[in-house]
């Protein structure tokens, strides 16, 4: 279909000299492009990462810094058992003398307070009555004296609060002068 003259005469085809400097030149004086590699996502994983230990802290240490003490020790929905050394056992059923209990309420946000039976004080820091009553609010760590009478019953404390929320039990044996509490979490 070509002759012979043709193909070579196409084979003979160069770019002039020029041409050909003018790309050499041209590929020398480009920059190459500098990877972003970690600088590119530095700011969105730092801020990421920032952003989960905000929510972890707030949310975890929020959620475990509520607690009902009875002589350091943290009540929970297993019972703990105090002895009473104060009163003189047995005692008849019938038998109603006031007792008490120290309770330590370690609290974050406002809480409501109330007795089933009995009354309790609010102490200060240093040990003065600042209130008497069944009923009161409280926004901060408290120490409260529960007094209830001895009547072999239960008697309930209920708690109310965004972070401590529940019912207070004590059960008063007066045959085996001994109380249980618990701590009932809603």
Known sequence: MFSDKQRQSWQNIKAPESLFEKTVDAFETASTPQKRGFKRYAFPLIAASLVLIFISVFFI??????YVYVDGVAITDKSTVFSLEHLPAPMSRATVVNSSITLDLHVNSETH??????????LSENGEIIFIGDKCTIDSDTEI???????????????????????VKLVHSTETAERTVTFVKN
Do not use: C, M
């Open 61 to 66: 240490g929020k959620s475990n810094d509520a």
């Open 113 to 122: 307070l109330v007795a089933s039976d009995g009354h309790f004080e609010i």
């Open 145 to 167: 004296v529960w007094h209830y009478p001895t009547v072999e019953s239960e008697h309930r404390l209920f708690l109310d609060g965004k972070t401590l929320n529940g019912v």
